[in-house]
């Protein structure tokens, strides 16, 4: 999205912490197969939910990108990339405030579904670190 990136760290979240240095030899297993089992879907759900809809489309009948599944997920080791698909790239212009939302302020909801997805990405991992200990 236009250069924007934002990176979530895990701060206060010693429960997991604990998690990870009680399984070190299985934490980045663990990791990459909980935020790809459902962390990157949990952050899409988030971000979706805050884009913005103009009600001026909707009722003239356009497709809105809050109920077409706008977001790539994007894995890599001990992380995922959400990016919004080709035909829905317009959205970083409400989000950011550029191009034709520059008059508004940014809406930052690509930064604000991220921060609302750590708990329960958190919650998810926790789980992910129980299930070995049941095994």
């Known amino acids: 999205m236009a250069g924007s990136r934002w990176e979530v760290t895990l701060v206060g979240q010693d429960a997991l912490l604990v998690k990870m240095q009680s399984y070190a030899s299985k934490s980045e297993e663990t990791i990459n197969r909980v935020l790809k089992e459902s962390g990157g879907q949990l952050a899409v ?21 809050k109920s077409s599944k706008p977001l790539n997920v994007q894995y890599f080791n001990l992380g ?40 329960p990405i958190t919650e998810a991992l926790i789980r992910g670190f129980d299930e070995l200990n049941n095994n």
Request: hydrophobic share 30%.
């Open 80 to 119: 995922f990339r959400v990016r919004p698909k080709k035909s829905f790239e317009y959205i970083k212009y409400p989000d950011l405030g550029i191009g034709t939302s520059q008059r508004n302020q940014p809406q930052d909801f690509m930064q604000r579904g991220l921060q609302m997805a750590v708990d």
């Open 45 to 65: 759900d988030k971000i979706t939910n805050l884009i913005p809809v103009s009600s001026g489309d909707l009722r003239r009948g356009h497709r809105h990108a």
